[in-house]
């Protein structure tokens, strides 16, 4: 650990040089040094790491066998140095790249402005770009390159090809009502007094409309009869609110609403449509520095909500 502590970065960035050029001449002429510089640097080097990095080859120099699995470590680290210094330089950039998030409406009302809010305080300049929609849709931009990152579900096998998903945290469906609502008090009732409201439910093409299919198998519902298909939890909210509607929505799109007691679930019994909430992002390209930072935020936002 102390030998670690001694070592500095011009230390590696040197000795680097010298295995490159295989010359002291060159390496200083190219780190502006002159040559006692170079060669007082590497006998520094040689003394931390208690091994000789460098031998005398006839007039010349060559790079010892300790010196090159040392190498390969410092060259590394440089590199990962300079990459770090690079990636903050373009932080800075106020036109640097625009970060293009897909957010389904699982996590578009809690994690992602929250995470946006901390975004902004960070003094991050790379311009924020945040739309909503249907799963496949947004995953089919990500592919496509119109967008840098996907927050919502763990998508099927089917849609996954090209892509990486990153785990966050597990959520479910459920059946919210408004605290108004006449089935509201109810610890139990039969399932066919669905048929008395308007029940709002996922769309064919959403993420989570196989996980409510296979519950009303499950559960022996039978489909309403006053379905209505959306995935606008903007309508929903507003339909909820002011006609009994039922809604059967993932938990986390109405969070809020069921904290401040608005909202209520229904006694339905929805473990089996428990889920992987998370990251999708391409699995060929690499995310910007700004967009790898704003992905870390929404982490921290997903391990401070719990």
Wanted: hydrophobic share 40%; with cysteine.
């Amino acid at each position: 650990m102390n030998s670690l502590r001694r070592i500095k970065l011009r230390h590696l960035e040197t000795f680097v040089e010298v295995a490159r050029q295989k010359s002291v001449s060159r390496a200083a002429e190219n780190l502006h040094l002159t040559q006692p510089a170079v060669t007082r640097t590497i006998r520094e080097l040689e003394d931390i790491c208690g091994k000789p990095l460098v031998e005398r080859e006839g007039r010349g120099i060559r790079i010892s066998h300790h010196g090159e699995v040392f190498l390969r470590h410092a060259g590394s680290s440089l590199a990962a140095a300079r990459n770090g210094i690079n990636a903050l330089a373009e932080l800075d950039v106020a036109d640097g790249p625009k970060i293009r998030l897909g957010a389904l409406p699982t996590v578009s009302t809690t994690i992602v402005p929250q995470a946006v809010a901390k975004y902004l305080k960070s003094g991050m300049r790379n311009r924020l770009k945040i739309i909503t929609g249907e799963n496949r849709a947004l995953l089919d931009q990500l592919r496509n390159g119109e967008l840098d990152l996907v927050m919502g579900r763990l998508p099927g096998p089917d849609v996954m090809q090209g892509l990486i998903f990153e785990p966050l945290y597990r959520d479910k469906v459920i059946f919210a009502v408004h605290a108004s609502h006449p089935l509201a008090s109810r610890r139990q009732f039969a399932v066919e007094a669905l048929n008395n409201y308007p029940v709002l439910i996922p769309t064919l093409q959403s993420i989570i409309r196989p996980f409510v299919d296979r519950l009303f198998i499950e559960q022996g519902i039978t489909e309403p009869l006053q379905v209505i298909e959306t995935v606008s939890d903007s309508f929903g909210r507003t339909f909820v609110s002011q006609h009994q509607a039922i809604w059967i929505i993932s938990r986390g799109v109405v969070l809020s609403q069921l904290e401040s007691g608005e909202y209520t679930t229904l006694p339905i019994d929805t473990e089996s449509t428990m889920g992987s909430v998370g990251l999708c992002t391409r699995a060929d390209t690499k995310l910007s520095p700004a967009c790898a930072h704003f992905a870390d935020m929404l982490r921290r936002q997903v391990a401070e909500r719990g």
